[in-house]
């Protein structure tokens, strides 16, 4: 029982250091094999906390590259979302021209309905747009009779009628 304990604890450390003691062959045996045995205990203390310390670092490198795949899964994770909310964006600007486009067609329908109903009004009651004040409009411009804005400001072209054939015409008849 007892030299099962001392083999466990101390059988290694002591036959180590009587090696060292008969290889070195000191003046003082018990002195030397003292100092030795409190020399290994140091070293085995020293190499529990080496050991320690690696398993530690150990672990704080496994915290480190966990955190570090996590931040790049929050990286992508927002640039995934960036991208959605662009999208998400751009499809409620479309929808918006969309809209807008929708009215703006639906305002000249209306405005086309509007004139044809008055074109055919007037057309009815035997009047003509566009020949109904043909005295009283003759010497204005279209810009001067329109109401509409923007309608273009044209001069007025007289056209001459030239029953002659153009100098061109006649040279082509030369030719042949």
Not at 37 to 44: A, G, L, S
Not at 53 to 65: D, G, H, I, S, Y
Request: proline fraction near 2%; aromatic fraction near 6%; charge should be negative.
């Amino acid at each position: 029982m007892e030299s099962a304990y001392l083999q466990k604890n101390l059988g290694t450390c002591l036959t180590q250091g009587l090696a060292e003691v008969a290889r070195m062959r000191p003046v003082d045996p018990i002195e030397y094999l003292a100092l030795w045995i409190y020399k290994y205990k140091n070293n085995v203390t020293m190499e529990q906390q080496r050991q320690e310390e690696m398993a530690q670092l150990e672990r704080e490198r496994e915290l480190a590259v966990m955190e570090q795949e996590m931040m790049e899964r929050l990286k992508a994770e927002e640039l995934l979302f960036q991208q959605q909310q662009l999208a998400f964006q751009l499809e409620l600007e479309m929808q918006e021209k969309e809209r807008q486009r929708i009215e703006e067609l639906q305002r000249a329908q209306e405005q086309f309905e509007k004139e044809l109903r008055m074109c055919v009004e007037n057309t009815a009651k035997g009047e003509d747009i566009s020949h109904g004040e043909d005295g009283a409009d003759s010497g204005r411009t279209l810009a001067e009779i329109s109401d509409r804005y923007g309608a273009p400001n044209l001069s007025r072209v007289e056209e001459l009628d030239e029953p002659m054939l153009s100098d061109v015409a006649l040279n082509i008849d030369q030719d042949l």
